[in-house]
């Protein structure tokens, strides 16, 4: 059974640092386009960020591009967002997701993990 298991989020001030972990288990990860997504109170999940299989491409959504990095290790099976100039717009549950290139990202959701960023 696949698992996703999302952490590091937490309370941080308008400015400050978190870095998130997925760590996915269950199989292998390894040849999938892993991503970070988010849905905050009232709002749709929206993409934030994703990288290859390799970690040579990435593509971030326009509202965290240059603030964040998604990076991953293959030999954990873990992906990680590190997320720095945080902003209260930035507030949200945060999910990590995998898919094969060329295919949908999974209707599998981990429980998240919840960022919150006080003005």
């Known amino acids: 059974q696949v698992q996703l298991v999302e952490s590091g989020g937490g309370l941080v001030q308008a400015g400050g640092s978190l870095r998130l972990s997925c760590a996915a288990s269950g199989r292998t990860f390894i040849s999938y386009i892993m991503g970070w997504f988010r849905q905050a109170p009232g709002k749709e999940r929206e993409f934030v960020a994703s990288?290859?299989?390799?970690?040579?491409?990435?593509s971030y959504a326009d509202s965290v591009k240059g603030r964040f990095t998604i990076s991953r290790d293959r030999a954990k099976n873990t992906v990680y967002l590190q997320m720095n100039s945080l902003n209260p717009e930035d507030t949200a549950v945060y999910y990590c997701n995998g898919r094969m290139p060329g295919t949908a990202w999974s209707n599998y959701w981990g429980q998240g993990t919840q960022v919150t960023v006080s003005s």
């Open positions: 990288i290859n299989w390799s970690g040579g491409t990435t």
